[in-house]
Nanobody, 125 residues
Framework: QVQLVESGGGLVQAGGSLRVSCVAS????????MGWFRQAPGNEREFVAA???????IYADAVKGRFTISKDNTKNTVYLQMNSLKPEDTALYYC???????????????????WGQGTQVTVSS
């Protein structure tokens, strides 16, 4: 059974930075493609960023240049560093795990078979 536990969310002012983390158990990051998604109130969940088992990364246009996804295989942890935060980044941020080899559909929710509970990020103006 794969478990994903996010942490690091909080309240930050616009222009500030925050790093959220996701600790995975039950499947190593060398066997996984990992993604971050977010859902704001009243909106559908949307893709934010992903990192493959071989450390290639991809970002949504809305966060490109501001957010950085990374991972530490020794800690089985994925990070999302968020800089230059905007009020529109306010959302519940979810970590998700897919079997490795999911790259072609890495932006799609259906590719991921395990999800965390989410961590709230709130950006004040």
């Amino acid at each position: 059974q794969v478990q994903l536990v996010e942490s690091g969310g909080g309240l930050v002012q616009a222009g500030g930075s925050l790093r959220v983390s996701c600790v995975a158990s039950g499947r190593t990051l060398t066997s996984s493609d990992m993604g971050w998604f977010r859902q704001a109130p009243g909106n559908e969940r949307e893709f934010v960023a992903a990192i493959t088992w071989f450390s290639s990364t991809i970002y949504a246009d809305a966060v490109k240049g501001r957010f950085t996804i990374s991972k530490d295989n020794t800690k089985n942890t994925v990070y999302l560093q968020m800089n230059s935060l905007k009020p529109e980044d306010t959302a519940l941020y979810y970590c998700a795990s897919a079997p490795r080899g999911s790259w072609s559909n890495i932006r799609k929710e259906a590719q991921y078979d395990y999800w965390g509970q989410g961590t709230q990020v709130t950006v004040s103006s």
